[in-house]
């Protein structure tokens, strides 16, 4: 089967400027995580969606950052505007339910300069 | 809040040997899972192991099996027969169950192994 699909896989943009990045999750997943994944950390769950509700986005700086889950399949993470501090991996990752194993993306790799 | 540690920035392992990855954790809950993610380099991060709090009996997986001591709250990972494969980034994490009403992931902050031939 398909796995989690991102994209772009690199991104180079100017801080104050916007960018989005999209996530397709592996069919038949209800479940969606966006993580933040700054050079050595571990990733940071930025909002998590069961079908195209949000479950958890308390760890989301939503001043600048947003993300939609349109018709409970992919979803769209952006950033408006970036600052350097957003430079980091974004990833998404998918289950099949609130309990089901996680599988990840690639991942898109951001930097702000 | 939870917290997860990874006190270990880096290992090493001989190829063939044996080798434990150490993890730390503090809840005030009492049901949860923990796992153990492997992220190669430049590949997507993949679960390695998976424990459920309530079960006793440590989660073992071919190779990887764990130490779950839930009063210390200590979760290691053992590699046994390490192979070059196994080199990667390691992070542990932990995920409140369902009936806690909300979820969070957390994880720690990783420990590269380095597997030498």
């Known amino acids: 089967e398909a796995g989690v699909a991102q994209s772009p896989r690199y991104k180079i943009i100017e801080k104050r400027q916007s960018v989005a990045f999209w996530c397709n999750p592996i069919?038949?997943?209800?479940?969606l995580y966006w993580y933040q994944q700054i050079l050595g950390q571990g990733p940071k769950l930025l909002i998590q969606f069961q079908n195209n509700g949000v479950v958890d986005d308390s760890q989301l700086p939503k001043d600048r950052f947003s993300a939609e889950r349109l018709k409970g399949v992919d979803s769209t993470l952006k950033i408006q505007p970036a600052k350097l501090e957003d430079s980091a991996v974004y990833l998404c990752?998918?289950?099949?339910?609130?309990?089901?194993?996680?599988?990840f993306g690639p991942g898109t790799r951001l930097t702000v300069t | 809040a939870q917290t997860v540690t990874q006190s270990q920035p880096e290992m090493s392992v001989q190829e063939a040997e044996t080798v434990t990855l150490s993890c730390t954790y503090d809840?005030?809950?009492?049901?949860?899972?923990l796992f153990w993610y492997k992220q190669p380099p430049s590949r997507q991060m993949i679960l390695v192991i998976r424990?459920?709090?309530?079960?006793?009996q440590n989660a073992t997986e071919n190779r990887f099996s764990v130490n779950f001591q839930k009063a210390a709250k200590s979760f290691s990972l053992k590699i046994s027969d390490s192979q070059l494969g196994d080199a990667a980034m390691y992070f542990c994490a932990y995920r409140s169950r369902f009936t806690s009403g909300t979820y969070k992931y957390i994880f720690g902050t990783g420990t590269r192994l380095k597997v030498l031939a």
């Open positions: 809840t005030s809950e009492s049901d949860y899972y």
């Open positions: 069919s038949g997943h209800a479940t």
């Open positions: 990752a998918s289950s099949l339910g609130l309990v089901g194993e996680q599988y």
């Open positions: 424990q459920e709090a309530y079960k006793q």
